[in-house]
C-alpha cells in the first residue's frame, strides 16, 4: 500500500544505492546519519524514501514522509552525540 499526500505517491527503490548517486548531488554518504532540518529527526540516508508528483517528477525526501515534507535539500549530516 502505498502512502499519499496531496497528489504525492511514495514508489518503491529497489536500488536505493544506484538511484541516490544517480540522483542526489549532496555530499553526504549513503549510510551516514542524517537530520531532516524540517522534522529535526535523525535517520540513516539509507532509509530515505522516493515520492513522485502526480504531475511528473520524483523526489527523495525524508524517511518520516508523509508527516515531514523534508527533501534532500533539508539534510544535513547529524552532530556526534
Known sequence: ???????FMV???????SYYKKNALKDIRFNEKVRCMKCRKEFILNEFKVVK????????????????DGTLMDFMHALPA
Open 53 to 68: 508528483r502526480d504531475e511528473g517528477g520524483e523526489f527523495i525526501v525524508c524517511k518520516y514522509f508523509p508527516e515531514c
Open 11 to 17: 514508489i518503491p527503490v529497489p536500488d536505493k544505492l
Open 1 to 7: 500500500m502505498s502512502k499519499e499526500m496531496e497528489g
